[in-house]
């Protein structure tokens, strides 16, 4: 649908204790040209996130209207709360040639792919089923519970990797931030963002642009 924007769109799924979240945050303290999507939801902050920050965090009757109105380029029910990406604000950040970051479940992420062909998907797998559990009650955010339907969860996310263009196993977190950076990196050189970015480049040594 929008496959001729400039900007690149990244899209990071994982199931929930797979370091996804951890490895974005750092992936954007080193790299000031990636941008984040800022998804909305109906489940309610943690900790110290905040409104606008890391969601828009806005009620069920609200998240309804969005969705009447189509304002979500994906939107997907996980954990029992819905989560959604405005589909402007992203057009918005591509059309001006920047590059967008979704952080996303797996549901959303090849909803995206329909919307936007030349997203590049990632995939977060943990190194073991024991260290998944093991980052989930270490944590100390959920219930017994809680837990016991992310690992559920998990199970049925972790069967979509196959989708992806790309796969990190977050072992050993340096070794996986590495990854995800050299993947950002990868496709900045492929020849049409570098027509973009280089266009002076492209000019001098009269090549078309």
Request: charged share 25%.
């Given at each position: ?30 790299d ?23 969601y ?17 380029i ?113 496709q ?19 090549l078309?642009?």
């Amino acid at each position: 649908m929008q496959a001729q924007l400039p900007g690149n769109l990244f899209v990071v799924a994982a199931p929930s204790g797979a370091g996804k979240s951890s490895l974005v945050k750092a992936l954007r303290s080193f790299d000031a040209r990636v941008y984040p999507s800022v998804s909305h939801t109906t489940r309610a902050p943690r900790g110290q996130e905040k409104h606008g920050r890391e969601y828009f965090f806005v009620s069920e009757a609200e998240f309804d209207a969005m969705v009447a109105s189509d304002a979500f380029i994906e939107w997907a029910h996980v954990h029992g709360k819905r989560y959604g990406t405005s589909k402007k604000g992203i057009q918005d950040r591509l059309a001006d040639g920047n590059d967008v970051l979704l952080e996303i479940d797996y549901q959303g992420a090849l909803q995206v792919r329909k919307a936007f062909p030349q997203a590049v998907l990632i995939f977060i797998l943990p190194p073991s089923w024991e260290e998944l559990r093991s980052r989930l009650e270490n944590r100390g955010e959920d219930a017994p519970e809680v837990i016991e339907l992310r690992m559920k969860n998990a199970e049925e996310e972790m069967a979509q990797v196959a989708k992806f263009d790309f796969v990190i196993i977050n072992e050993l977190f340096e070794s996986a931030l590495f990854d995800l950076k050299a993947i950002i990196h990868a496709q900045r050189l492929k020849y049409l963002s570098q027509r973009r970015l280089r266009a002076d480049v492209f000019e001098s040594l009269n090549l078309s642009v």
